[in-house]
């Protein structure tokens, strides 16, 4: 069973502070996870993904994150927040068995105070 | 390329009514889902294709029926469309090969861009 945990369903952070987005995974073969990012009346659109090999991966627009097995997290993070980041952030985790379903996070909403 | 693509955008019905969403991707995908996302729920998996003339139901199949017609469109259709079906409704695909017996994961799903309906 694969499932995934987004703390925190609401983040407001400055314009220029650092963005740090929590989630953690639970699964029972080793995960890929993703990280996907909604623009108000969009859909899903691709950030970044963990597969194999390093552990820190960076993304589109600044992003990046990093998977700790240990901790079972792969929070996203971005050094310095900008205006347009403004939007709801998805976590999800699959093993890429049985049709490649992804299991999503109740996601977080990102408000950029200017 | 289009990508994923959804029509209607928008659907208002009223309770007891009949409608089918259309999706279809032009990049040779094998795999199809369909979700819907409520709010404070994250996405919800409803049916998935993971091959033409296969389907499969996901988390929360209750007053739904999908249909594979081929490798590129994937329908999703309520029968008799209850208020608790108000919500916005996102097709996806994957390219992951069916039965390889390999873990593939790294294939991203690709969204449309939603279809919002509401249940009077």
């Known amino acids: 069973a694969q499932s995934v945990t987004q703390l925190g369903s609401h983040v407001s952070v400055s314009e220029g502070a650092l963005v740090l987005l929590r989630c953690n995974y639970s699964s029972s073969v080793p995960p890929y996870l993703f990280w996907y990012v909604q623009y108000p009346n969009q859909g899903l659109q691709l950030l970044l993904k963990?597969?194999?090999?390093?552990?820190l991966v960076k993304g589109i627009n600044g992003f990046e994150a990093e998977f700790k097995k240990s901790e079972t997290s792969f929070h996203l993070t971005k050094p310095s927040a900008h205006m347009s980041d403004a939007a709801e952030y998805f976590c999800?985790?699959?093993?890429?068995?049985?049709?490649?379903?992804?299991?999503f996070g109740t996601g977080t909403s990102l408000t950029v105070i200017p | 390329n289009a990508g994923v693509t959804q029509t209607p955008k928008f659907q208002v019905l009223k309770t007891g009514q009949s409608m089918t969403l259309q999706c279809a991707q032009d990049?040779?995908?094998?795999?199809m889902y369909w979700y819907r996302q409520d709010p404070g729920m994250g996405l919800r998996l409803i049916y998935y294709?993971?091959?033409?003339?296969?389907?499969d139901k996901g988390e929360v199949p209750n007053g739904y029926n999908v249909s594979r017609l081929n490798k590129r469109e994937f329908s999703l259709r309520l029968e008799s469309a209850a208020p608790s079906q108000t919500s916005v409704y996102f097709c996806?695909?994957?390219?992951?090969?069916?039965?390889?017996?390999?873990?593939?994961?790294?294939?991203?799903?690709?969204f449309g861009p939603g279809t919002r309906l509401t249940v009077l």
């Open positions: 990049m040779n995908h094998n795999s």
């Open positions: 963990y597969t194999t090999g390093a552990t």
């Open positions: 996806a695909s994957s390219g992951t090969p069916p039965g390889l017996g390999t873990r593939i994961g790294d294939n991203e799903q690709f």
């Open positions: 294709s993971a091959s033409e003339g296969t389907t």
């Open positions: 999800a985790v699959t093993s890429g068995l049985g049709g490649n379903q992804f299991y």
